[in-house]
């Protein structure tokens, strides 16, 4: 009997089938186990409603290989981007994922995960993966008895709980019975090469595994992600020097604060950015500081020095590539081998962890060095404990729709002093106080696809207090300019009303023509009983709730630790009581609502 | 003779045909308006642009500190805006309870600093919005208030400060406080708003005598008590002169009509003009006569206009004769002929005096009357000091002086002490100085063009400098500075006066007349002290060459031709000499 009489009525046509044969005839084994792959992934695409032309669900007859990032700031998303090219290099068809658009049902089908995420406030997720995070950990988790996977924990080692995000992923993987691929790796601010390390082993094994299979196919069937991530000419490692058109303290006599408001100029640079993004300020140490350590350490600041293959001064190295004012862990373990002292030799290791903490809070590099002095020290052996200078993130309180190809800051200077010295903060205070109108400052764009505007005429409450506010004068510029009506309440909260209602003028403006329906203040030092955003919230409690069941987009900005835990529990409370719920489902509507994107948050 | 009379912009007119101040207070239900609102809102700190003109009916005026408004705009924060508080103080009597709560709740509310006006009373500055009403309560329990120290109403009511005769001076204090009560606005809303008093339902009218919209513009009036012409009476709309009778109490009056400063330098057609003396009251018909004046002001006032809606402007437009007549149609009698009284001037005599009943008062020399702690002078300190222990009463002169009145022999001491202990006292103030006057002006008055009351001591040395060259210095010569031509420390009956035109430019006035009878004449336009200085001390060298014994330097200058013969105008002769007017009327 013929290969057609196998088939009943019905399944192919005839014609189809001797289409079919034709191509059998054709194949190499290893393309033959790909259109196996391929007509299942295929399928998928249809029961999905996908198209035929949908790229495959997954490597083909191979294991399936999916990275997924959590970010808030977007280092993980670049090493996400970087991972999947190299992995597709590779010949593997890596899918990438934002864990906030991660379908997590499709967790208990994936063979291969490579995860990379951040860690945020008391070890917490990014805001934009804990959606992902609440169903991993929580009951309605499959086990995963075929997952293997690796983490690579993206972290800052002056917070108390390092890379914790990554480690709990980690933990719970295990838990539901998932391999390591390899062990986790933990990632301080100069995650580079630890991730670049990392990346490369889990290619190379996985490559390796998959060997000649998927060569074709990748090349067949490219995936989407990695190849289609078109990066801006000016980014992160490639700044552009904006010039700075003014700088100007907004807070008026006799204010407790001294915000500034900073306007640069993007002209020219391409770069682009919506309401919601934060502008990357590649700040330089103030060379009085410089000054200080080299002074401490008894360093010559025109010694050269090498830097990444490059040669330049110590003076200048410290002053742009390193972090010379607060101290990590790293630097306790480099003193301590350098100075011998026994001090910093107990303060070492995760035991010690958090004696050293309160330890390098109140002793920052200048302090440890002049408390351990250490002689004839080698400048390569003092940067050998630094770690790489930051970038700093500021909302960009302006928008483009506004008309001028510019990007407005609104900048609290940190300034404390430590061990009888006026210390202050590296970027907030080259923003303040070393740069004028003329200067220019190397910037970027930091794209934040989780503060934003809704697309349509959809009700927004903006909640944020001191320079939390920024972000909104960038929404309301951009609903002025756009013609947008959707009603807009805003809740402020700062000090004192008569010097530090920032950009009260522009609010009253808005408020006038309407592009601002409603604003509820509050100034915690103007009368004896302090009232904060929160409390005005309460107070506003049934018409807040109302706004939400109209769709309301909520928005939280400003300070991760003052603010945005008061509010959300001021959410819960108004959830609650208006809505008639109980704590628990009113955590749930606010999850949902962060879910849908209409309770986002921007803390820092 | 009413009919012939043009009525075109008075309130027999349908409301759209009048001015929009006049339909803002018609729809502002009796001056309440929507403040209540405005104090709520926490947007801004101030109110509303109606409830701003409202509340200036129960004294309060929203300013902002001018020094920093520019700065504030480049910082996208709106203007610093505070509220000016004017103490109602009929005759500028208080007791020292009523000054120890004012004092308290300026250092409290008002920046650490009161100002005693050129109407006899004390206005705080500085005061934030969310305070006006603690301020207000403050005030009342002490049976303060601050209805109708400003705004298109009677205001504050004058009387001489010291008229040697401590009786009449009581006297004719309760006569302007019973006066100021009965002339006020009658409405509700400053005991619902300020004190938080229930709205009583009633049906009879809330203001009887004003109605829906009150005056046309502001209203002043004053008694005054010769020989001192301390309150200007010839700057009043309309000024009682005090007639004594053989026991020395009062026996009537002599009424004056029509007086006023204000002009506008972009307004040709504004001017000051002086009032008239009508003619001859008994002390019964005080009340009637009062009524009578005030509502033909009402009722024939320009509403179209506010820049001739002063009763000056009435007057020049219907004629003193209509007016004298329409006064007298209402009075249901005719006026007696003036009796004769003569000024000899209008300024303090400063220093201990005996109050003509065996106590004594003390003038103190209060620089363009404002009182604060400065370093080596603690004035707020050291009058709280004295308010504590006095038994007497303080007079708020219309020279922005003080009084210690009434102070018995044996309390000299502890008062001088006190003085000196906060250092004050009279440490050789010139005769110029003392007699200076200078009104608020920046940073806190909206409409001033230049410094005045910052500017005082400065430009007091050098023209005090000029004195000394010509030996003058201890000539009495009145000279007052305003920082804009509305004219509120009355500069245009001084003998040297300067009114601001913009930031270090004046108009310098020269010639007015001592005791307040004749009005100055402009000598520069908008110059700056140097020019200023220069014709000062050319006039001020002629006059020390050529006076004659006892000549005042305005008669000087009229005497000697320094200006060309006056003419006529449709303000009347501005050069009209008021103890002619009387001898006239
Ligand atoms: C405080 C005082 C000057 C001082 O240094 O003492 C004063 C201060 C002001 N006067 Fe006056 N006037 C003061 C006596 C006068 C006088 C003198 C008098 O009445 O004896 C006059 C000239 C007489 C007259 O009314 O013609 C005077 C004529 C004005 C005018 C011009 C009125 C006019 O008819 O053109 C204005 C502007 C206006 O009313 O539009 C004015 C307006 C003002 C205002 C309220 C500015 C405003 O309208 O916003 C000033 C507040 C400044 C501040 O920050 O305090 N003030 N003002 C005096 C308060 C008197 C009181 O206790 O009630
Ligand atoms: C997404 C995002 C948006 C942001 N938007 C804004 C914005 O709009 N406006 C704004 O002003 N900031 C904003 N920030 C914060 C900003 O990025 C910087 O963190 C902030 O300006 C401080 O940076 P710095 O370089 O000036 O200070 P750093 O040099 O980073 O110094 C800060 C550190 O100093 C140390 N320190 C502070 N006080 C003391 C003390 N008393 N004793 C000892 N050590 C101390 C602490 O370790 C602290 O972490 C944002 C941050 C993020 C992540
Ligand atoms: C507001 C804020 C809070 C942070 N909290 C922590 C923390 O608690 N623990 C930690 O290890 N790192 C913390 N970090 C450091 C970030 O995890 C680190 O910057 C990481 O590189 C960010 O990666 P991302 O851009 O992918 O979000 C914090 C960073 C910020 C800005
Ligand atoms: S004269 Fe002019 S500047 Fe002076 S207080 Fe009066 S209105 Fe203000």
């Not at chain 1, 032309?53 to 959590?70: C, D, F, Q, S, V």
């Not at chain 1, 008026?252 to 100029?265: F, N, P, Q, Y």
């Not at chain 2, 642009?49 to 910082?75: A, S, T």
């Not at chain 2, 007052?480 to 009956?493: D, E, K």
Request: aromatic letters at 8%; a negative charge.
């Amino acid at each position: 009997m013929t290969v057609a009489q196998q088939f009943h009525e019905g399944a192919l046509t005839l014609e189809q089938w001797q289409h079919v044969e034709a191509l059998a005839g054709s194949l190499s084994p290893v393309q033959a186990r790909w259109i196996s792959g391929y007509f299942a992934g295929l399928d998928a695409g249809l029961l999905r409603g996908g198209g035929v032309a949908a790229a495959p669900e997954a490597a083909p007859a191979g294991r399936t290989l999916t990275i997924l990032y959590g970010t808030e700031t977007g280092n993980a998303r670049d090493l996400g981007k970087a991972l999947a090219a190299a992995a597709a290099e590779r010949g593997l068809a890596p899918r990438l994922f934002d864990m906030a658009d991660y379908k997590t049902r499709q967790l208990k089908d994936e063979e291969d995960l490579l995860v990379i995420v951040s860690t945020y406030g008391e070890g917490d997720p990014p805001q934009p993966a804990i959606g992902f995070f609440e169903y991993l950990e929580g009951r309605r988790a499959p086990p995963l008895p075929n997952l293997r996977y690796s983490v690579l924990a993206l972290g800052d080692s002056t917070y108390e709980k390092y890379c914790e995000a990554g480690k709990r992923i980690d933990r719970r993987l295990q838990e539901l019975g998932a391999a390591r691929l390899h062990d986790r790796v933990d990632c301080d601010l100069d995650y580079e090469e630890l991730a670049a390390g990392w990346s490369g082993i889990l290619v190379d094994r996985l490559a390796v595994e998959g060997a000649e299979r998927s060569a074709e196919v990748v090349r067949l069937f490219p995936t989407a992600a990695p190849a289609t991530a078109a990066s801006p000419a000016y980014d992160k490692r490639n700044p552009f020097a904006a010039a700075v058109l003014d700088s100007i303290r907004i807070t008026g006599r006799h204010s407790t604060k001294d915000t500034r408001h900073i306007e640069l100029d993007l002209t020219g640079s391409g770069l682009a950015y919506e309401p919601g993004d934060s502008l990357g300020i590649v700040a330089a140490n103030d060379p009085a500081v410089v000054a200080r350590l080299l002074d401490a350490t008894g360093l010559d600041g025109g010694a050269t020095v090498s830097v990444k293959g490059e040669s330049l001064s110590l003076a200048e190295a410290l002053a742009r590539r390193f972090e010379i004012t607060i101290a990590s862990p790293r630097f306790v373990d480099q003193w301590a081998m350098l100075s011998g002292a026994a001090a910093l030799e107990k303060l070492r290791g995760e035991a010690a962890a958090a004696e050293r903490r309160a330890f390098l809070h109140g002793h920052h590099v200048v302090d440890i060095a002049r408390l351990f002095p250490v002689s004839s020290l080698d400048p390569e052996a003092l940067l050998a404990g630094l770690r790489p200078l930051q970038p700093r993130l500021y909302s960009i309180a302006s928008s483009l729709a506004a008309g001028a190809e510019e990007a407005h800051l609104t900048v609290a200077p940190v300034r404390y002093s430590l061990h009888g010295e006026e210390r202050g903060g590296v970027a907030s205070l080259q923003l303040a106080e070393r740069v004028e109108p003329g200067d220019t400052l190397p910037v970027y764009v930091q794209p934040n696809p989780h503060f934003k505007l809704p697309r349509d005429e959809a009700p927004i409450v903006m909640i944020g207090a001191g320079t939390g506010i920024a972000p909104y004068r960038a929404f309301l510029q951009e609903r002025e300019a756009a013609g947008r009506t959707g009603p807009a309440w805003l809740f402020f909260g700062e000090r004192n009303f008569r010097s530090d209602f920032l950009y009260q003028s522009e609010w009253q403006a808005w408020l006038k023509g309407g592009t601002l329906g409603r604003m509820d203040v509050a100034f915690s030092r103007d009368k004896a009983d302090k009232v904060y955003v929160q409390h005005r919230m309460l107070e506003q409690a049934k018409d807040l709730y109302a706004w939400l069941e109209d769709g309301a987009h909520l928005y939280v900005c400003g300070d991760a630790n003052a603010l945005a835990p008061d509010v959300h529990e001021a959410l819960i409370r108004i959830v609650a009581d208006q809505g008639g719920k109980d704590r628990e489902a009113a955590e749930d509507h606010l999850r949902r609502l962060a879910a849908d994107r209409r309770y986002q948050r921007d803390v820092y | 003779m009413t009919d012939s009379i043009d009525r075109s912009t008075d309130l027999s007119q349908p409301l759209d045909r009048l001015g929009p101040d006049e339909r803002l207070k018609h729809d502002s239900d009796y001056l309440r308006g929507t403040i209540d609102a405005s104090l709520l809102d926490r947007i801004s700190g101030g109110v509303r642009f109606e409830d701003n003109k409202l509340m200036k009916f129960h004294g309060l005026y929203q300013q902002d500190d001018r020094d920093i408004r520019d700065e504030r705009r480049r910082q996208k924060l709106e203007p610093a805006y505070t509220f000016m508080v004017r103490v109602r103080l009929p005759g500028g009597v208080c007791t020292p309870e009523q000054w120890l709560k004012i004092d308290e709740l300026a250092r409290r509310h008002g920046g650490d600093t009161l100002r005693l006006t050129t109407r006899q009373t004390f206005q705080f500055h500085w005061v934030l919005k969310e305070d006006l009403r603690p301020t207000i309560q403050g005030l009342h329990d002490v049976l303060l208030d601050t209805v109708a120290a400003c705004g298109d109403d009677s205001r504050g009511v004058m009387a001489t400060a010291d008229s040697g005769d401590c009786a009449l001076h009581a006297e004719v204090a309760a006569l302007a406080k019973s006066l100021s009560d009965h002339v006020i606005p009658k409405t509700g809303a400053y005991h619902e708003i300020w004190y938080g008093k229930e709205r009583v339902a009633t049906s009879e009218e809330e203001e009887p005598f004003y109605g829906r919209i009150y005056m046309p513009r502001k209203f002043k009036i004053g008694f005054v008590v010769p020989p001192s012409n301390d309150i200007d009476v010839y700057s009043q709309d309309l000024g009682f002169i005090v007639v004594t009778g053989a026991d020395g109490s009062v026996e009537g009056f002599n009424v004056a009509i029509g007086g006023g400063m204000g002009r506008s330098d972009q307004d040709p057609g504004s001017y000051p003009r002086l009032a008239d003396v009508i003619g001859y009251i008994s002390k019964g018909k005080l009340v009637a006569t009062a009524d009578a004046v005030m509502s033909v002001q009402r009722d024939y006032g320009n509403r179209v206009d506010r820049a001739r809606a002063r009763f000056k402007y009435t007057i020049d437009r219907l004629g003193l004769d209509f007016v004298t007549a329409e006064i007298e149609r209402r009075l249901g009698a005719a006026l007696e002929p003036a009796r004769p009284f003569e000024f000899t001037s209008n300024g303090d005599v400063i220093g201990w005096r005996e109050n003509g009943g065996g106590r004594f008062n003390l003038t103190l020399f209060i620089l363009s009357g404002r009182l604060a702690n400065r370093p080596g002078k603690a004035l707020l300190d050291g009058l709280r000091e004295i308010a504590k222990v006095h038994r007497g009463k303080f007079r708020l002169t219309p020279n922005q002086n003080l009084i210690v009145a009434d102070i018995p022999a044996e309390e000299r001491p502890r008062i001088e002490a006190i003085l000196a202990a906060h250092g004050i006292g009279e440490t050789g103030a010139s005769a110029l100085r003392r007699n200076a006057i200078a009104c608020v002006a920046l940073p806190t008055c909206p409409l001033a063009m230049a410094e005045a009351e910052r500017y005082l001591p400065d430009f007091t040395a050098k023209v005090e400098a000029i004195l000394a060259e010509n030996g003058l210095i201890d000539e009495p010569i009145t000279m007052r500075i305003s920082g804009c031509p509305n004219g509120c420390s009355r500069p245009y009956i001084a003998e040297i006066a300067l009114t601001g035109r913009a930031p270090g430019k004046y108009t310098l006035w020269l010639g007015g007349g001592f005791h307040g009878e004749r009005l100055n004449r402009p000598v520069l336009d908008n110059e700056g002290e140097a020019a200023i200085l220069a014709t000062l001390s050319e006039t001020l060298g002629r006059y020390a060459r050529e006076r004659v014994a006892g000549e005042h330097f305005g008669d000087f200058l009229h005497r000697s031709g320094y200006f060309e013969p006056a003419h006529d105008s449709a303000a009347g002769d501005p050069m009209l000499d008021r103890a002619e007017a009387t001898t006239r009327a």
